[in-house]
T-cell receptor, first 111, second 114 residues
Framework: KAGVTQTPRYLIKTRGQQVTLSCSPI?????VSWYQQTPGQGLQFLFE???????NKGNFPGRFSGRQFSNSRSEMNVSTLELGDSALYLC??????????FGQGTRLTVV | AQSVTQLGSHVSVSEGALVLLRCNYS??????LFWYVQYPNQGLQLLLK??????LVKGINGFEAEFKKSETSFHLTKPSAHMSDAAEYFC????????????FGKGTRLSVIA
C-alpha cells in the first residue's frame, strides 16, 4: 500500500515568489492536513481538508492557502515568500478518527 | 484547547539504558494520544497510539507507553536503548470527535551514547 507522497522533496525559491507543494494521500483517506516544521517553532498546524472542504485552519497569514481535489490530492500554496517561510512542510492523511500518516516532507528554502 | 507538554527538549541515554520520554496532556476528557518518531530529513512515523482501550500500549521497535488519567500523562519508555533509537520524538493529542487536527508537543531529541 503506497504511503503519503509529497512533491517536490526540495525546493529553493527567492523572496517574493510563490510556491505550490503537492501531496497525494493514502488511498481511501479523505482527510489531508498540512504542517510547517521549523527548529524554533516546532510542528505547527496549517490547515486540514476533508472532502474538498477546509475543515480546520491554524494561525497562519492569508499568504498560506490550500485546496483539495476530488481524488483527495491536496496542494498548498505560499505567495509572496519570506525568509521565515523556510521550513519543512509536512503533509498527513488519515481516515476519520484515526492516526495520521505523514509524507517525507518538502524542504523549502527561501533565499 | 487541547495541548501536550513534553518535558525535556533533549534526553541523552547510554546504549542499553532505559529510555523515558515524558508527555503530559491538557484535556477535560481523555483524548486520543500518539507518539511519533522523526529521523533526520524524514516525515513522522507512528510509534504507538492510545484510543481508550488498554492503558498500556505497545508500539513498534520495543517502545511502549502508559496512559495515566490521574496524572494526565502518556510517557514513552523502552527498556534498553539502541543506537538506532536516536531521533526526535513527538507526543500528539487528538479530540475524541476525530475531526480535529493532531496537536503536537515541541518534541524531544533522544541521543544514545555508545
Amino acid at each position: 500500500k503506497a504511503g503519503v507522497t509529497q512533491t517536490p522533496r526540495y525546493l529553493i525559491k527567492t523572496r517574493g515568489q510563490q510556491v505550490t507543494l503537492s501531496c497525494s494521500p493514502i488511498s481511501g483517506h479523505r482527510s489531508v492536513s498540512w504542517y510547517q516544521q521549523t527548529p524554533g517553532q516546532g510542528l505547527q498546524f496549517l490547515f486540514e481538508y476533508f472532502s474538498e472542504t477546509q475543515r480546520n485552519k491554524g494561525n497562519f497569514p492569508g499568504r498560506f492557502s490550500g485546496r483539495q481535489f476530488s481524488n483527495s490530492r491536496s496542494e498548498m500554496n505560499v505567495s509572496t515568500l519570506e525568509l521565515g517561510d523556510s521550513a519543512l512542510y509536512l503533509c498527513a492523511s488519515r481516515r476519520e478518527g484515526t492516526e495520521a500518516f505523514f509524507g517525507q516532507g518538502t524542504r523549502l528554502t527561501v533565499v | 484547547a487541547q495541548s501536550v507538554t513534553q518535558l525535556g527538549s533533549h534526553v541523552s541515554v547510554s546504549e542499553g539504558a532505559l529510555v523515558l520520554l515524558r508527555c503530559n496532556y491538557s484535556s477535560s476528557v481523555p483524548p486520543y494520544l500518539f507518539w511519533y518518531v522523526q529521523y533526520p530529513n524524514q516525515g513522522l512515523q507512528l510509534l504507538l497510539k492510545y484510543t481508550s482501550a488498554a492503558t498500556l500500549v505497545k508500539g513498534i521497535n520495543g517502545f511502549e507507553a502508559e496512559f495515566k488519567k490521574s496524572e494526565t500523562s502518556f510517557h514513552l519508555t523502552k527498556p534498553s536503548a539502541h543506537m538506532s533509537d536516536a531521533a526526535e520524538y513527538f507526543c500528539a493529542v487528538m479530540g475524541l470527535s476525530g475531526n480535529t487536527p493532531l496537536v503536537f508537543g515541541k518534541g524531544t531529541r533522544l541521543s544514545v551514547i555508545a
